[in-house]
């Protein structure tokens, strides 16, 4: 590492680790807010007396929302920088999350929900590029920690939700976890807003955005690895928007429990992420990404059909934690491939493949429930699990030894110690860092 690096490292560090502390507060952030609207859904539903079909143009709404805005806000930070851009994009979802609780007609919760989408993404297109620029001007692996408090988020979101769901109206319910929001873009802002002025905007060829010489071989690849990508979040969104629902409906629970089987999929997910490195370091990604498949396939099955098995609420909430395992390190393997193929232009196209997948559940999901059962509908799920266990195993072979030319950013000028400076792109993945630096960026963040 150079010592503009190291000094660089220092300064996003420094006084006492209040900046990555604060990003971690970001990152939890974004997983809470959406996850209490998400426990929501059954409420918002009646109340604006929605059919299944008409909720999913609603949800697609949301999603056809979060699209518009992922074209301009990586622009935006660029231009910016991320941290400028992240700040008021926090405060902004924070406030724009009681917007559907509030909704009096199908037509109303339809814009609310476009309002929050393009807010969410802009949100998280910051927040996870300000990762990015820490983690390569550190030299540490943040993105694995980070994602894992960001599970952590959402765990706490739908627990929360679980607590308040018979006590309050959704309107109520989220108002006050708008007011929480804005309370924590007020206290972790300032130290990311002071470090943004000293940097100035985001150079998009500094060393935290390297940018990877094409092949056409590892466009492939990073085109196939988009499918995988977008078949996890088919799968990740239809649980969020639909679990709940199915749970409360189809096996006959409350509301509460219902969001407590939410939180028991959201907290298997945050333990994967967790886990993750770890686990990728012992069995490979092929082995993880198949595993985690399959596993989604057998999980899913179990929980769309529980209610027609033996003991069947027990088996959705043993169920529901087998699914967050296997989905929980499908898409940071598949990120992270993107970005060491492909460099930025990877890490976009993986993006934008995971937002169409987002996309299409919405509708989908909707349609084939009115028309065969949410059940039936949900089992969409396990055939897409089945059919991207099948490439992922694929394209081990084909990938093979494929392995893009050095970075230029990542060029030493001299023979010297930078020779063997890994990337940033590695840096953020944290797939070719060393296990101690794991475990070091864990303990900042956790104290």
Same mark, same amino acid.
């Not at 390569?136 to 988020?153: D, E, K």
């Not at 987002?358 to 429930?369: E, H, M, V, W, Y």
């Given at each position: ?46 109340? &604006? ?22 074209? /301009? ?38 814009? @609310? ?34 994602? *894992? ?13 679980? &607590? ?30 002071? !470090? ?24 492939? #690849? /990073?085109?196939?690895?988009? &499918? #995988? ?26 509301? !509460? /429990? ?8 959201? +907290? ?70 993107? +970005? ?10 993986? *993006? ?44 081990? @072979? ?24 890994? !990337? ?16 070091? !960026? ?6």
């Amino acid at each position: 590492m150079s010592r503009r690096q190291a000094d660089a490292g220092s300064s996003d560090t420094t006084p006492h680790g209040r900046r990555p502390y604060a990003l971690a507060s970001f990152f939890g952030l974004v997983g809470f807010l959406p996850a209490n609207w998400l426990v929501r859904v059954p409420d918002v539903k009646e109340q &604006v007396g929605a059919s299944d079909s008409e909720l999913g143009l609603a949800l697609l709404s949301g999603s056809l929302g979060s699209l518009a805005a992922l074209l /301009v806000a990586g622009r935006l930070c660029l231009r910016l920088g991320p941290r400028r851009v992240l700040v008021p994009a926090s405060a902004l979802l924070s406030l724009l999350i009681t917007l559907p609780g509030v909704a009096p007609s199908l037509h109303s919760l339809a814009l @609310a929900l476009v309002l929050v989408g393009m807010a969410q993404a802009t949100f998280t297109i910051a927040v996870n590029s300000s990762a990015v620029e820490m983690a390569a001007a550190s030299g540490s692996p943040l993105m694995p920690t980070l994602h *894992g408090v960001f599970s952590v988020g959402g765990l706490a979101g739908a627990a929360v939700g679980g &607590v308040v769901a018979e006590r309050m109206s959704p309107g109520a319910h989220l108002g006050i976890v708008g007011v929480l929001g804005l309370l924590v873009t007020a206290v972790a802002g300032p130290p990311l807003l002071r !470090s943004a002025l000293a940097s100035g905007p985001a150079d998009p060829r500094s060393s935290a955005t390297p940018d990877s010489i094409p092949w056409a071989r590892a466009r492939w #690849i /990073v085109l196939l690895f988009g &499918v #995988i990508a977008a078949c996890t979040a088919f799968a990740e969104f239809t649980n969020n928007n639909w679990a709940t629902l199915h749970v409360r409906r189809d096996l006959g629970t409350s509301a !509460s /429990v219902a969001a407590y089987c939410y939180a028991c999929y959201a +907290g298997a997910i945050a333990v994967g992420r967790f886990l993750g490195a770890r686990l990728i370091r012992r069995l490979g990604e092929t082995r993880v990404l198949c595993g985690g498949f399959l596993l989604a396939a057998v999980a899913t099955v179990l929980t769309s059909w529980a209610g027609h098995l033996p003991g069947g609420l027990a088996v959705a909430f043993v169920a529901y934690v087998a699914l967050g395992l296997g989905l929980a390190n499908i898409y940071p393997i598949a990120i992270s491939r993107a +970005g060491v193929l492909g460099g930025p232009r990877g890490v976009s196209r993986i *993006g934008v493949a995971a937002n169409l997948g987002a996309l299409s559940q919405a509708p989908l999901i909707g349609f084939l429930a009115d028309r065969y059962g949410l059940p039936t509908a949900l089992t969409t799920v396990a055939v897409l699990s089945v059919s991207a266990a099948t490439l992922a195993f694929g394209l081990r @072979a084909w990938s093979s030894g494929t392995r893009p030319r050095t970075p230029l950013a990542d060029r030493p000028s001299s023979p010297g110690p930078a020779a063997t400076r890994p !990337s940033a792109t590695d840096a953020a993945s944290g797939l070719s860092g060393d296990p101690a630096d794991v475990s070091s !960026s864990a303990e900042k963040l956790q104290g």
